[in-house]
Every structure is written in structure tokens, then in C-alpha cells.
């Protein structure tokens, strides 16, 4: 029944999926060159609140659970499992008061409307995995900004999507980095479930009527551990939360 009815819904989601993304590039860029980080951050933020309302047009829905007092003064780790490129609108606007960055291939960083424009000029850490040196760079630039002006950043350290909803082991490196920059960053799991579903049979068809979730848990201290020992201590309250 999801594969069936996402036959049918799944046109629909990529037409309104593509017009924002067209419609959103101008925009982003006028309110860069206009009102500067500010300006374009805000249209960021509506931009994915529409990229996450196109979700429904699949009958799909979107739980964002947030329980956690999180200061909106300090730079934050936000350290989750990754299921999908669905993963991503709803991160980026439910903590939208954080300033979130991402870590990103530098693939993406060109040629998509929308969201290229946001990971070259919006504060990511866009990543040559075959460059190693370029990789540091650019995080550490990210540290930096984590650093000078509180922004905070998201990082799926299984290094790449899981198909199937299974976590894959946790990578240590760009986290360690960033700690070594921003000793005084909080360590935040999210757990992301069912996000995988939505692409279960490909990109055509979505997965229709499928219930997802996204989950703030508890921060880490990291105060007195090793980034070793703290990305460790994500990876198992991530998996005790993920759905099988």
C-alpha cells in the first residue's frame, strides 16, 4: 500500500520539492547581497520549513522531539545517525535558533538550486574527501566560526547514509577536530528514525504514509573525556533510541 500510493504522490512531492528549490535561489541571493548573514539565514530557515512541508504531500509525517534546554549562547555538537538526504530539512529548521552548520561533501556545494547556494555562502564545512588537508581546513575554518561567533554544527559521523535504518560505526575524526577548537562545545545526540523508509524502494517511488521521527537527547559532557570516549557515548544513546 505505501509503494502503491507512492506511485501516485511521489510527482507531486518532487514538483513542489524542485519549484522551491528554483524559487528559493534568487531569493537566498537577495537577501545575502541585501542584508548579509542575518538576512540570509532567515530565508534558509523558511526555505526548509517548506522543504520539510513536502514531506506531506506523501501522506508522510514529521515528529521533531525536543526536550532539552539547550543554551542558544554556546556552540553545540549536534552528533546524529544519518538515513536519508530527508534527514536534513527538518534539522536545519527545527534548530534554526542554533545556527547549525553542516560538514557536507564539496560535491554539493555545486549545481542544486537552493542548496548548493546555502552550503557555499551559509557556513559549511565543505569537504574534498580525497584532499585530506583540504578537509582539515575546512573544518577547522568551521571550529572557528563555532568558535568567534557561536554558531553550532551538525555531524552525521557514520560518514554516509544507512539504507537499510542499521547504524554504521561512529568516525571519530572531524568531532575530535572540532573539540581540539572548541573545547567548551556541548556534545548533543539526535536520534533520526524511519527517515529511511521514505527512499526504501529508490527515488521512484517515495515511500508513502510513512511516521518519521527526529529525537534531541540528552547532552554529553565531555569535560574530562576524550573524543573517542564521547562520540562513543553518542553512538550507544543514539542506538538505543534507533527503531529496527
Known sequence: MNKFFGYILTPFHYL????????????????????????????????NWFLTSSYYLLGNSV?????????????????ANHQSM????PLIYFLRKHHAK??????LASGIPSISFNLKYGG??????????????????LAKNMK?????????????????GVMKPFAVGGIATILKKVPHAIIVPVVINNSWKMVQYGSFPLRAFTAMSWE?????????????????????????????
Open 102 to 107: 553542516f560538514v557536507s561533501k564539496i560535491e
Open 16 to 47: 513542489y520539492f524542485g519549484l522551491i528549490l528554483v524559487i528559493f535561489h534568487p531569493i537566498q541571493w537577495i537577501c545575502l547581497k541585501l542584508g548579509g548573514y542575518e538576512a540570509h539565514k532567515r530565508s534558509v530557515d523558511i526555505l
Open 86 to 89: 530527508y534527514d536534513i530539512p
Open 216 to 244: 534531541v537527547l540528552a547532552p554529553i559532557s565531555s569535560e574530562g573525556r576524550t573524543a573517542e570516549d564521547v562520540v562513543k557515548a553518542a553512538e550507544e544513546a543514539i542506538r538505543e533510541k534507533v527503531v529496527p
Open 63 to 79: 515528529h521533531f522531539i525536543n526536550n532539552q534546554q539547550l543554551p542558544v549562547a554556546q556552540p553545540i555538537i549536534f552528533i
Open 148 to 164: 568567534d561567533k557561536n554558531w553550532s554544527t551538525v555531524i552525521f559521523p557514520e560518514g554516509t547514509r544507512s539504507k537499510t
Open 124 to 141: 559549511a564545512a565543505n569537504i574534498d574527501r580525497s584532499d585530506p588537508k583540504q578537509s582539515i581546513a575546512e573544518i577547522l575554518k
